[in-house]
């Protein structure tokens, strides 16, 4: 594997893509496994299992700073975006030849209109919808059968906006850190919740407690959690960004002004430093974790203040992309600066952050509307690796080296990618259009949702 590299990460891991592929590839799968004599069939199910446990401890090993290990299962899905926040999962082993009518179905479910993705720690799936009549519900399921274990309700506009074009419902997706649910609303309401119970820890306002601004659309970034500390993309002037205690909600500290992003926080180590990274509303901004002191910024906006992808971070490069005249542009991080390396005006993303995969990124390019365009292209220098035009825009995840995309029409495709192309592998229509929100696999359940909330498991044991 190269040297090490900076990334999205979640405690003070830094998983980059390079690391990711050695889960991707299935390398360590390819190490020669001796069973002891005399072992049946179940004692070997068992010691496979054991075995590979300990391979991906030692694996994820690699990605840490400072020796610390990321605080849940490498199976689990704890935040939008996964394990490693960039839409890849070491997760490896699950079946990729599916029937023709697809994987087989594990269970159903219903729970209420939004954007929201999933998040899955343990056996338990959690997730957050809206009623249609201004209440949302935080909702717990069984991963096993989708059985409701627990539901919290509280009100919540339906309508996020007067267009009718704007998906209703919720757009952040619960954060599961050490036995505690973080949920931020669309009107700014910030819940703590136990995860077993759902029973209620703290409440907070995003603009009642801490003068926060609420974005045109409503807020939509998910809430960052990092060592005993929440951190939220409030918008407003004075402290624009607040990070709290996340036993209490109590605030530490408020920093800077501008507009909300919809894009959420994550922290980053670029050029042996780590930050808090925001993809606000009207910039990109790296702040000192400690106090929010702003360490960059770089300046990009588009209509409506719609920085909605989340960037990806390698080494001293992050990319960043809106659909809005700048399009994409990566920028280096040196000597306390941000620069711009180069920009593509026509390439543009818009929810979907897309996926890193052999030092490149695989993105669904959204400044041509209308049109089919998977872009595969180097971070580095921008330059395009191919382009396929058979999949319908949607969301995609990563995952032993292969894509799970689930395309705005619902349809879920299998296909693994190549350096000079794409190869889809399968597609079957799973959910009914329109389907905006980001899969989820773990533990070979396959959770994908559509914007009406209607949710099918899929088992790719």
């Known amino acids: 594997m190269k040297g090490k590299e900076g990334g999205f990460m979640r405690n003070t891991t830094a998983p980059s893509e390079t690391h990711a592929g050695f889960f991707q590839r299935g390398a360590f799968l390819r190490m020669l496994v001796l069973y002891p004599e005399g072992m049946t069939t179940s004692d070997i199910t068992v010691f496979r299992h054991a075995a590979l446990c300990a391979l991906a401890a030692k694996a994820l090993s690699l990605f840490a700073f400072s020796g610390m290990l990321p605080g849940a299962n490498a199976s689990d899905w704890p935040h939008l975006h996964g394990p490693l926040h960039n839409n890849a999962t070491p997760e490896v082993g699950w079946k990729k030849e599916w029937p023709a009518d697809g994987p087989p179905v594990l269970w159903k479910a219903s729970v209420g209109r939004g954007l929201a993705s999933f998040t899955v720690v343990g056996e338990r799936a959690y997730t957050v919808g809206n009623d249609g009549a201004d209440e949302d519900s935080i909702v717990c399921l069984d991963l096993n059968s989708g059985k409701e274990l627990w539901r919290h309700r509280y009100p919540c506009k339906t309508a996020a906006h007067e267009m009718p074009v704007v998906p209703f419902g919720p757009a952040a997706t619960p954060t599961v850190e050490d036995g505690c649910l973080y949920m931020l609303s ?9 995860a077993a119970t759902g029973k209620v820890i703290w409440q907070k306002h995003l603009i009642a407690d801490f003068k926060g601004k609420r974005p ?7 809430v960052l959690v990092h060592e005993g500390k929440a951190y939220l993309d409030a918008g407003g002037g004075g402290q624009s960004t607040v990070c709290v205690d996340a036993k209490t909600g109590n605030l530490l ?14 922290l980053v180590k670029m050029s042996g430093t780590t930050a808090l990274a925001l993809f606000k509303g009207d910039s990109f901004r790296l702040l000192k ?8 910024r770089h300046e990009t906006v588009t209509r409506d203040f719609c920085n909605c992808a989340n960037p990806h971070v390698k080494d001293d490069m992050v990319f960043i992309s809106h659909t809005g005249a700048d399009g994409s542009t990566l920028l280096k991080f040196a000597d306390g600066k941000l620069t711009s390396q180069w920009n593509d005006r026509n390439l543009g993303l ?12 695989i993105v669904f390019n959204d400044q041509k509307r209308g049109v089919k365009e998977l872009r595969c292209l180097d971070m580095k220098t921008g330059e395009t690796a191919w382009v396929s035009d058979e999949i319908d825009k949607g969301t995609a995840i990563l995952s032993d080296g292969h894509l799970l995309i689930l395309t705005s029409v619902g349809e879920l495709i299998l296909a693994k990618p190549q350096p000079d192309r794409l190869e889809v592998m399968s597609r079957v229509q ?3 259009a329109k389907t905006y929100v980001l899969p989820v696999l773990s533990q070979g359940r396959l959770l994908c949702k559509n914007n009406a909330g209607e949710v099918v498991c899929l088992d790719l044991r």
């Open 186 to 194: 669309r009107e700014g309401d910030v819940w703590c919740l136990d």
């Open 253 to 266: 500290w408020g920093k800077g002004s501008g507009e909300a992003g919809y894009a959420s926080p994550a």
């Open 289 to 296: 974790l400690d106090n929010g002191e702003e360490i960059a």
């Open 216 to 222: 045109v659309y409503g807020y939509a970034s998910s």
């Open 350 to 361: 818009l929810f979907n952050s897309g996926v890193p995969w052999d030092g490149k990124l």
């Open 430 to 432: 799973v959910l009914p």
